[in-house]
């Protein structure tokens, strides 16, 4: 059976539309994908282009430059306080220092004082035994003396250094002295009397040997004794 002419003809192109209608379905496809592939870049580079560009103050928020003040000022403050501790915290270890010296050197301060006081206790206690040593070796001596002979004490008396014939003449009693000064050498006697009055050469440790009084009552005795001993000195 034959086809109609016409629809031979059409049969005959229907291939060619197909091909040619594929073709345009092509390259329609390849221009979508194109412009896909164009507007994803552009997307991309907007989207760059947002990101590295900074982001603008909100000029509806008015407080921003406040709260960047305060917070330098919190920081500031902060600091400060940070560098005051430490200061303070320096000071105090440098107090602590010195209040540690301080200590040891009182320490060493009233162990020093103890010992001085110690030392001082023993030269006292030495000093009060010599005192007391030399006291009864006065007092042998004025013994001595006074149970002698008026002429052989004065005998002794004219050759006795000062510093055992002053405190054993002030010991003496005041009528024994009179009579060893009436027998003594005129200057020596004088001399002596000089020297009981006036404590010249008298020893600090002999005020104690003496009961007050003693050597100005021996003086004002010994005066008119060895006055009244004196003219009757050639004839005794």
Request: glycine share 4%; no cysteine; hydrophobic share 45%.
């Amino acid at each position: 059976m034959k086809l109609p002419a016409a629809k031979g003809r059409f049969f005959r192109l229907l291939p060619s539309v197909v091909i040619v209608g594929g073709a345009l379905l092509v390259v329609r496809t390849s221009d979508l994908v194109h412009a896909a592939y164009a507007e994803a870049s552009e997307a991309t580079h907007q989207n760059a282009d947002l990101t590295d560009a900074p982001v603008p103050a909100n000029p509806d928020y008015a407080g921003a430059a406040d709260d960047a003040a305060t917070s330098a000022a919190e920081v500031d403050v902060m600091s400060s306080l940070a560098k005051r501790r430490r200061e303070l915290d320096a000071r105090q270890a440098q107090m602590d220092t010195q209040a540690n010296m301080l200590a040891a050197t009182e320490k060493r301060v009233d162990a020093k004082i103890a010992q001085l006081k110690q030392l001082q206790d023993q030269i006292t206690a030495l000093l009060g035994q010599r005192d007391d040593a030399q006291k009864a070796q006065i007092a042998a001596l004025v013994k001595t003396y006074s149970n002698m002979k008026p002429k052989d004490a004065a005998r002794i008396f004219n050759s006795l250094p000062d510093d055992v014939l002053v405190p054993v003449a002030q010991a003496m009693k005041a009528d024994v002295l009179g009579t060893v000064l009436a027998n003594m050498s005129a200057d020596n006697a004088q001399k002596l009397t000089v020297k009981l009055a006036d404590r010249l050469t008298l020893p600090q440790t002999t005020n104690a040997l003496a009961p007050a009084g003693a050597p100005a009552a021996a003086a004002a005795s010994a005066a008119p004794a060895t006055a009244s001993a004196a003219p009757a000195k050639p004839g005794g």
